[in-house]
């Protein structure tokens, strides 16, 4: 039985490790990794950095150094202070250290997070690296099963992790994880200071109850970590998925400009009723032309190309718009005539800038109308679009139109 034991006992020892650094590479890869860099990579990374393996090199490197300074040998059954006080400093500092190299390779959004992911998984290596054994546990349940018991705790505690913790961080975008790391790697990395003066205590009197107690104790700090962070994780995403379904429903997924939707609740607002108000129209010429004759790619650039134009003069008072197919407006609040002018000129040679790069080349007519004081909205649209189109037929008349490179001017 004895025997049976062991066995099983060193199957579920060789289970945690397996299944802590596979999850723990999973973990770094659903959350971090860009396309383009190697998986290979990234799992010898996780297999060399992951603090199961810190864990044993602090520990080593600790009695080393208390043994340099204290001139004496290890003495398994004997752990010093400063073995638990340098080791865990070490084994702290360690995972931090990796979780910053790590995150500056894979280039992560926020490092902060990839700090959050190694002390988490630092937290259950830590919990898992001694056995609850002691002279007053022992009598009770014999030492091989409280190892495989402690083995399979610890292995639904990383799946547990993984499942409520670090799947939903890895719907969060990159645009989206600017989050404090108060709220992430405060928590952990308090904990693991204070787990390690009682886990010295208990260490030093061989206190088997005690030692049982704390680890309880800790596995329910633990749960409560991953509870607490998947609440958190699961408001975030929430609140995203809410941002990303107002951002879509107010601009163009094509271009990233506001869509005519929004210009017609901003136009039923008159605007945010400013002081004074200049109204841009814009049409790009030739655009069916060249979706008919060299492929939508090269009218999709066109149309983005026209975009990035007027995105290059936006600002918290410059509103840009596609309006549908080839037509834009842009419409600028509590600006001068003057600065009005100014946008103009501007967006000009952002176009002239954008026309220097890339196969399509842009050309856009543009009807510009200004008011201050009162102003009626349709009226001033109407105006600028008149303005656009004397614009467009000029351009056309001196042969300027939307074309490629390597193809040859023609106006439809």
Known sequence: M?????????????????????????????????????????????????????????????????????????????????????????FISMTILFAYLVGRWIKAHNISLVMFIYLMFAVVSALSGESVSGKNIDHMIPPDIQEILQNIVYIAAVLLLYRFVVRDLSKLTDRKRQISSRIFLIPPAVFLPVYYV???????????????????????????????????????????????????????????????????????????????????????????????????????????????????????????????????????????????EEIRTRWQQALEELNSQGEVICVMACGLKYSEGEFDADELFHQADDLMYHDKKARKDKGETSHLRSATKTEA
């Open 198 to 340: 009682f886990d010295f205590l208990t260490y030093k009197y061989d206190d088997g109850f005690s030692n049982f107690v704390v680890r309880i104790y800790s596995l329910i700090v633990l749960a409560l970590f991953i509870w607490a962070f998947s609440v958190i994780i699961r408001n975030i995403n929430a609140t995203n998925a809410a941002i990303e379904a107002q951002y879509e429903a107010e601009h163009d997924k094509l271009t990233g400009l506001y869509n005519k939707g929004k210009y017609m609740m901003m136009k039923e607002n008159h605007f945010g009723n400013p002081g004074s108000v200049a109204l841009f129209n814009f049409d790009v010429n030739n655009l069916k032309y060249i979706n008919d004759n060299f492929g939508h790619e090269y009218g999709d650039e066109l149309i983005i190309k026209a975009a990035n134009s007027i995105h290059a003069v936006t600002s918290d008072k410059v509103f840009g718009f596609r309006m549908g197919g080839d037509e834009y407006a842009m419409v600028a609040v509590d600006v001068t005539e003057k600065e009005t």
């Open 2 to 90: 004895t025997n049976v034991l062991n066995v099983i006992n060193s199957i579920s020892d060789i289970a945690f490790i397996i299944i802590f650094i596979f999850v723990f590479f999973v973990s770094l890869e659903k959350c971090f990794l860009r396309e383009g860099q190697s998986k290979v990579i990234l799992f010898f990374i996780a297999l060399l950095t992951n603090p199961m393996t810190i864990f044993p090199v602090a520990t080593i490197t600790a009695v080393l150094i208390d043994g340099i300074f204290n001139e004496v040998s290890y003495d398994a059954d004997m752990m010093s202070l400063g073995v638990f006080v340098i080791g865990s400093f070490l």
